[in-house]
């Protein structure tokens, strides 16, 4: 049996996987091999989150466009982040007035209730 990591969508899962010969007997043991170091998914960037206002995502999709520079001025209900879901483009707007700081990344997939940004 030889041991793999794969990486899916940012998350690791260990896989036994046995080898067979052409009449379908199972190979002897075979030494593991050590998983490599792979870079981390653009969600797994862990940003820490400053005081204010969070923007949360309302629905698991997408980052496909972060519309503001990160510590941008934005009004009540501008939007500042294209989250796309279902194959729809989504505006996650800003629930107040402040400065944007981003939690996350373009191309990063977010699962519900995920730390988009905060305003302050």
Known sequence: ????IVVIDG???SVGVEEVTEG???VQ????VAAPKSAAAPAAVAKPVAAGQKVLSPFPGLIKK???ADGAEVKK??????LEAMKMDNDITAPCDGKVTYQ??????VESDAILAVIS
């Open 24 to 26: 379908g007997e199972a």
């Open 104 to 109: 996350v990344v373009k191309g990063a997939n």
């Open 11 to 13: 998350k690791s899962y």
């Open 29 to 32: 043991s075979v030494a593991p």
């Open 1 to 4: 049996m030889r041991n793999f």
């Open 77 to 82: 209900d501008q939007p500042i982040i294209v």
């Open 66 to 68: 972060l519309l503001l």
